[in-house]
């Protein structure tokens, strides 16, 4: 299932993963990996609520909130391998049973998805990807949010993080001028009040380990 798009630009392997452990998980994956097939056959309201993470690294997020909600579905999207595998174990160790995962670059499933499936889609810490000259592989683009805008449920949330003062700045630039997502806010554009029920991430510990601040933003569709 991997390596399908060649234009991903992030990491796809880290360090090596013993054999015995790709034995143990490969029975998993094909019962939690999402086919691309299987997409447009989700039934909108089989779960509770439909949520996306997009990026999930460890999956240290997804699985703490699917087990906090073992009525919503969870989908989570990263091209990195070793979080995938991680992300594997966990829902193996824990039994977790409704996390579905998209081990590859969710460009390539955006589109498939049903319109106003998701109740919430989460974006932590996406790369910065801070040189100019790589501003086009940043993951939120204007095209890009216009399929989120299309997933989405009138209503339905996006919330995204980050620490770092390029992203910041990109994310207010773009979001500023959408007329389909309206912020939720109080006084200010973005906070640094992590939402309870969101998990700290291996990105966001680093960052708070460092003093950094992260981030938040919060909009719905209009
Ligand atoms: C900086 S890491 C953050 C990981 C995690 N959210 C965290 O906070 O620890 C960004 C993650 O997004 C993933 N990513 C970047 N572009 C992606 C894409 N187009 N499709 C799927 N995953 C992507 C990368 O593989 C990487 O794991």
Known sequence: MFLKNQKFYGRRKGRRISSKNLKLLEGYSN???????????????EYNKNILEIGFGNGDNLVNMSLNKPNDLFIGCDAYYNGCVKLLKNI??????????????????????KKNFFDL??????????????KKRRLIQQKFLDDLNQI?????K???STDHHVMK????????VRKDFLWIKNRFYYTNIKPKWIFNTKYS??????????????????
């Open 121 to 134: 889609i989460l974006i932590l810490q996406p790369d910065p990807w801070p040189k100019k000259k790589h």
């Open 31 to 45: 019962k939690f990996y999402l086919h691309e097939d299987q997409i447009c056959k989700l039934v909108p309201y």
């Open 169 to 176: 700045s990109w994310v207010l630039e773009h979001l500023h």
């Open 205 to 222: 510990n680093k960052a708070l380990e460092n003093n950094k601040v992260v981030n938040w933003f919060f909009f719905k569709k209009k």
């Open 158 to 160: 996006l919330i995204i």
């Open 92 to 113: 193996a160790d824990k039994n977790i049973k409704n996390i579905k995962i998209w081990p590859d670059d969710i460009h390539l499933i955006i589109k498939k998805f």
């Open 152 to 156: 989405l449920k009138f209503e339905g």
